[in-house]
């Protein structure tokens, strides 16, 4: 099998030209092709060198992932299922918003972290995904939605909020991120690439040494030792009190903050003694509050809290000072839960390898019996 040409940095293709024989200067014109054109047949790279189109067609792989579902929310939101090469399928989510198309990436089939919350949790870790597989989720989507919608939707953001640990998959995701980040290729600037981590110690104390610089999102969930240690375990390893000596360790530039989400579950992290946990825990001038209410999905003990209850705890934090505010549930009716859609493909077998998506009349789920071909 040939490898990805979307696992190339652009330092790695200028190596490689060179280590060829040929002008590593067409690294600049091959990325323009592939990045910004969405050309991906090295025949039809009319500024680059007979010879090294042929090198390259012989040699890479310029396949997308493959839509094995795609289904669209009535608030816009657009969530897919996408199959690599060995069958294994992870979500991504085009999310809307007034002056932005974010895309939620995935960085590992299934995760290792096991938050109790979490549906992803439940399909435990399978693999990680390559880097190329994590920047094919942005250009197949991207290529879907020129090719579906219009030649003007275009994504704008990305966060790495979907299935997976990001910093478990540290390399990978640092090499996904430098492809992002080039500007020779798609250019997206750091403000537009956020980061969210459960809360790795080792790996956050590395990122703060050798990572690009992006936006980072910590899934905090609560301020109290023993509450965050029920709904994530990686809490008894790393506590609070080491988590927070890492994060301390990466380099804010002025005006920037980092993101603390804050999944608001019912009885468990949303009283009177959460608000002053977190309140004591965290600088307001450093901090960012995105309140997040439970995402109920059938076999979780959890429960969302009332809006009255919700808009109490957000009315709290903005009283002490801080920037707090509501993320919105979005794709609530298309299997909103992370893993979620994933778990139902999977547990009903609704393709195999040679064949397109079927539909399955007994489905119980409305959402899957009137999927959106791509």
């Known amino acids: 099998m040939k490898p990805s040409f979307f696992d190339l940095t652009y330092d790695e293709l200028k190596a490689l030209l060179t280590e060829k024989g040929f002008s ?11 990045y910004k054109k969405y050309v991906y047949d090295p025949k039809e790279w009319s500024n680059v060198s007979n010879k090294a189109k042929d090198f390259f067609a012989e040699n890479y792989d310029f396949s997308l992932l493959k839509v094995v579902w795609h289904g669209l929310s009535k608030d816009g939101t657009r969530k897919f299922l996408v199959k690599m090469t060995d069958g294994q399928t992870v979500e991504t989510v085009a999310i809307p918003a007034r002056d932005r198309l974010t895309l939620c990436v995935s960085s590992q089939v299934g995760c290792a972290v096991g938050c109790t919350f979490c549906h992803t949790a439940t399909q435990g870790l399978k693999r990680h995904l390559k880097a190329s597989e994590v920047v094919l989720q942005y250009i197949t989507i991207q290529n879907w939605l020129i090719q579906n919608v219009s030649q003007e939707e275009k994504l704008t953001n990305i966060v790495y909020m979907g299935q997976g640990e990001p910093l478990h998959n540290f390399e990978n ?20 690439i956020t980061l969210s981590t459960s809360g790795l110690v080792p790996a956050i104390e590395k990122m703060a040494l050798d990572f690009p610089p992006v936006n980072i999102a910590l899934s905090l969930h609560s301020a109290r030792n023993n509450v965050r240690t029920e709904l994530m375990p990686i809490n008894k390893v790393y506590d609070l009190e080491r988590l927070f000596k890492a994060i301390k360790m990466i380099p804010l530039k002025a005006h920037r903050r980092i993101t603390y ?114």
């Open 24 to 34: 590593p200067f067409g690294a600049t014109q091959i990325f323009d092709w592939v």
């Open 173 to 192: 995701m640092k090499k996904a991120t430098l492809i992002f980040m080039s500007e020779k290729g798609m250019g997206l600037g750091q403000r537009r």
């Open 261 to 374: 989400e804050y999944l608001l579950i019912d009885g468990m992290n949303d009283g009177s003694e959460d608000v002053e946990a977190l309140a004591n825990l965290l600088n307001s001038k450093e901090s960012k509050i995105n309140l997040i209410p439970f995402n109920e999905f059938p076999g979780s003990k959890y429960k969302r809290p009332s809006e009255q209850k919700i808009m109490w705890f957000l009315d709290q934090m903005i009283k002490r000072g801080f920037t707090c505010t509501i993320r919105t549930t979005k794709g609530s009716d298309i299997l909103a839960a992370c893993g979620q859609l994933k778990s139902e493909f999977d547990k009903l077998n609704l393709w195999n390898k040679d064949s397109e998506p079927k539909v399955i009349p007994s489905i119980a789920s409305s959402v899957l019996q009137n999927q959106v071909r791509p």
